[in-house]
């Protein structure tokens, strides 16, 4: 009886010990820090291996606990490249000196507002922060011209966003560069006041205007267009403020080559390549985030880039930075 | 006589050092993240600090978390009490459908399970496009409640029903024949006799309701995981989150104190002569159909919505090229979850052999370990094993056995409790018998007690195996470049609102942990 009980077992055993071996046997091969989505990312590594014959194989996680992951390591990381879903999490690994200088052919072929002033990373592809509405519960001309409206009485309770949210807090800080801290912190209390749901991330937002649960969100531009991908039906629009208003930011993903890497020619034919047409247009096409160069056919869905650019508001990616200052005053009106 | 307590005396204590040597190697397994943490946290600047930690709002985060805690507690006897009863000790058509049903719920991610939920209510939600008329969405402290209760309500199950199978019938036949009805015998001589199994899974319930974050911001309601998982999320560094996992860790240890005092001098082994015989199963009779309608309505709830929800997601525009990576992850997850899980299984005996068998303040302390392990967030657990590992043993950083070392340790906790409810049935008469019949120490423990743990490690193992196919943060950090599990797609697709392609994954994780599970259960019954 107690042998039979055993044979479990015994099956188990060998077949658990072969996948241990598979596992841990593994050729030298070009490693990558994703903060991105395997779902958006793998179609275009595949890609590059396909062409180059390089093998690439990506750690995939989320960008915070990536950065967090690279600050450990240190010199000892096995990452050649840190591919970051925004720029907090580029500058705090650049602060510590860990990633290394990109060449100037890599990093002139994107606009200016698209790389790190001192060079040591490079967007990918960009997105905006837009206003998603109801179309049935909100007419057109009643939309809010400018994300400083949305603390008026006629939106209370009406409002869905994403306080822990990075691409939030992006905004939040690009807001106070613009306007001050004290109007930024006016405007955060104003919406508390004002009844504003808040939501993990951007996903429920769209789900809750579809729901009926609020009638306006703020996310970022791509989610809801994968809804649509699915259901061209799906009760929920988005559109941008007016121009230069804060609440249209333009924000980027990106990557940084790591001083520890060991294959780094590899690690920036890797780079290279994302910023080539093809790869360009996949982002624009498949993922639909805004490509960060010329020549790329445009998304039916989108603006195109020249017009996006119009629209957002006037500010240097590189002044990101102060990521400390905008948890300090979210904490402060009690928001997070 | 003299010589009698002498011997045991002695066989006691050389046991004792025997299964010492797994727990001290866990001890110092768990000092690694806890020395880390320690470091951090006083590398803080006392301003901040205050700012960040000791500020009011936390306090009030706190409440929410007791609140939703005792919520999910109360909810969750309601759920796993008599579902754990009647799939144990009673003649039920489809006993064994029913029992894998129950323990499905632990497949679904937390995130998932509150995803499919939403998904019922609204505008254009599953009940109004079935229905025609929308119901309200959950959110808030009933929304949180009701998804956490559903998808811990198998840590309560499955250990009842291992202690339930293992009762000795003949106090049940003593109360009968002293005059007790049926259900004073239930709530006066086989609830009390459930302890140790209420206790285990109500200490997991709790350490899993404090670490949640996926269901609660989805629901939201604000906890004091939300303090946690935002500081996590901003800093780079993690100095205040160090704070605020270290008071987390505090009230661990006030919980685990709690459980100490109440599990105090429980001793359920038999204390006659003789073996226990199978249990004898109660003829529900007329009582079928509402047992069949409880189970149902159970079963319904918490796993026939949030799978129907998962597979509504395939028809949201699916592309078939989200299916070429599925074999891939799924052996992904299976190498870790399935030797995490026999390993957990194996561990805990010598953590509930020395809690059960020697009681004292030290090996109650040391049994405990398990439990303070897994209430450190797993993130600083990875980071610390990352800092510990790359300046030891660089070349083991990023493989396999890692993530499994990992997972182990992380969830050994789930596995103490089902083994320990074993233990507590065995009597320590049969070891003594076995060695007085000329057996050696260990082979008299394998002899004796091994067969009767045995229902117990295979309960662990399915717990075990259960939440490490779900497991993300731990597998993020540690697993090695290009390694894949279903659990990472299902979280990577879900992430960027693809549901479709979430969906086959999702699906997968179910159904792997379902034959798994049902695996499982025809051997528990067997024995």
């Given at each position: 009886m107690f042998n039979n009980r055993l044979r479990l077992f015994n099956y188990v055993l060998p077949i658990l010990l072969l996948f241990t071996a598979i596992g841990t046997v593994h050729a030298e091969t070009l490693t990558i820090y994703s903060g991105r989505s395997k779902s958006l990312v793998e179609p275009i590594i595949k890609q590059f291996e396909k062409e180059t014959g390089i093998q690439v194989k990506v750690s995939y996680a989320n960008t915070t606990q990536l950065a967090a992951t690279l600050l450990t390591e240190g010199d000892k990381s096995p990452a050649a490249l840190f591919w970051a879903q925004d720029a907090g999490a580029l500058g705090a690994v650049s602060k510590k000196a860990m990633f290394e200088k990109l060449p100037e052919s890599i990093l002139t072929k994107v606009p200016s507002d698209f790389r790190d002033a001192d060079g040591f990373w490079v967007a990918t592809s960009g997105r905006a922060r837009v206003l998603a509405y109801s179309p049935e519960r909100v007419k057109m001309e009643e939309l809010p011209k400018s994300v400083f409206d949305l603390t008026q009485p006629v939106w209370k309770n009406r409002v869905g966003w994403a306080p822990t949210n990075a691409s939030f807090q992006a905004f939040v800080t690009s807001l106070r560069m613009q306007v001050g801290e004290e109007k930024a912190e006016e405007w955060l209390r104003g919406m508390k006041a004002n009844g504003a749901k808040k939501y993990a991330k951007n996903t429920p937002i769209i789900e809750a205007l579809a729901a009926g649960e609020i009638d306006l969100g703020l996310p970022n531009h791509y989610y809801l267009l994968r809804f649509k991908k699915g259901n061209?039906?799906?009760?929920a629009a988005q559109t941008f403020f007016q121009a230069d208003d804060p609440g249209n930011l333009v924000n980027v993903a990106g990557i940084g080559l790591l001083?520890?890497?060991?294959n780094k020619e590899s690690a920036l034919k890797l780079v290279e390549f994302l910023l080539s047409a093809k790869a360009q247009q996949y982002f624009t096409s498949d993922v639909f985030e805004y490509p960060v160069i010329d020549g790329v056919i445009p998304n039916a869905n989108l603006l195109p880039l020249s017009e996006l650019l119009q629209l957002a508001p006037t500010f240097n990616l590189n002044e990101m930075d102060d990521l400390d200052g905008t948890v300090n005053l979210l904490r402060r009106v009690e928001i997070l | 006589m003299n010589a009698h307590v002498k011997n045991t005396h002695r066989y006691f204590s050389m046991s004792a050092v025997v299964a010492g040597i797994p727990i001290v190697m866990v001890g110092i397994g768990g000092l690694i993240p806890l020395v880390y943490l320690l470091t951090k946290a006083f590398s803080a600047e006392g301003s901040a600090l205050v700012d960040i930690v000791f500020r009011w709002r936390n306090a009030r985060l706190f409440l929410n978390t007791l609140l939703l805690t005792v919520g999910v507690l109360v909810l969750d006897l309601l759920i796993a009490t008599p579902a754990a009863w009647l799939t144990s000790r009673v003649n039920l058509k489809g006993r064994r459908l029913f029992t894998v049903l129950c323990a499905l719920p632990l497949a679904i991610p937390g995130y998932v399970m509150a995803y499919a939920l939403l998904a019922l209510g609204g505008n254009t939600g599953i009940v109004a496009q079935l229905f025609g008329t929308s119901i309200p969405r959950l959110s808030g402290y009933w929304g949180a409640l009701l998804a956490l209760s559903a998808y811990t309500s198998p840590y309560l199950f499955l250990n009842l029903r291992t202690a339930l199978l293992g009762l000795d019938p003949s106090l049940e036949e003593s109360a009968r024949s002293l005059g007790y009805k049926s259900h004073q015998t239930f709530f006066l001589v086989i609830l009390p006799q459930l302890r140790p199994a209420f206790y285990a899974s109500g200490l997991l319930i709790s350490l899993h309701v404090l670490g949640d974050f996926g269901v609660v911001s989805l629901m939201r309601y604000e906890t004091f995981s939300y303090a946690l998982y935002t500081e996590y999320m901003l800093s780079f560094e993690h100095v205040y989150a160090a704070w605020l996992a270290l008071m987390l860790l505090a009230f661990t240890a006030c919980l685990l104190y709690l459980e100490a005092k109440l599990l105090n001098r429980v001793a359920l082994h038999r204390a006659g002569r003789g073996t226990s015989r199978q249990l004898s199963q109660i003829q529900l009779g007329t009582w079928h159909t509402p047992a069949h309608l409880y189970l149902s309505l159970v079963a319904f709830v918490t796993v026939v919505v949030p799978a129907g929800a998962i597979f509504l997601w395939i028809f949201r525009g699916f592309d078939p090229k989200a299916l070429q990576g599925l074999l891939n992850a799924l052996i992904g997850s299976l190498s870790v979850a399935i030797p995490a899980g026999i390993l957990c299984a194996l561990l805990a005996v010598p953590f509930a052999y020395i809690g059960v068998r020697h009681p004292s303040r030290i090996s109650n302390a040391l049994e405990r370990v398990g439990y303070v392990v897994y209430a450190i967030p797993p993130l600083a657990f990875a980071l610390s094993l990352i800092f510990f590992l790359l300046h030891t043993a660089s070349f083991i950083y990023k493989t396999l056995p890692v993530l499994i070392y990992a997972c182990t340790l992380h969830f050994l906790a789930e596995a103490i409790g089902p083994v320990r409810s074993s233990l507590y049935q065995a009597s320590p008469n049969l070891e003594e018998a076995a060695r007085s019949l000329g057996y050696p120490r260990i082979q008299a423990f394998f002899r004796t007690l091994f067969p009767i743990l045995m229902r117990g490690m295979l309960t662990a193992t399915a717990l075990v195996f259960l939440a490490t196919m779900k497991e993300l943060p731990l597998t993020f950090l540690l697993s090695p470049a290009g390694y894949e599990t279903l659990a990472l797609n299902v979280w990577s697709y879900t992430t960027e609102a693809m549901f479709a392609e979430a969906a086959p994954y999702a699906l997968a994780i179910l159904l792997f942990s379902g034959v798994f599970v049902s695996v499982l259960i025809r051997q528990e019954e067997e024995i």
């Open positions: 061209s039906n799906f009760p001083k520890s890497s060991k | -």
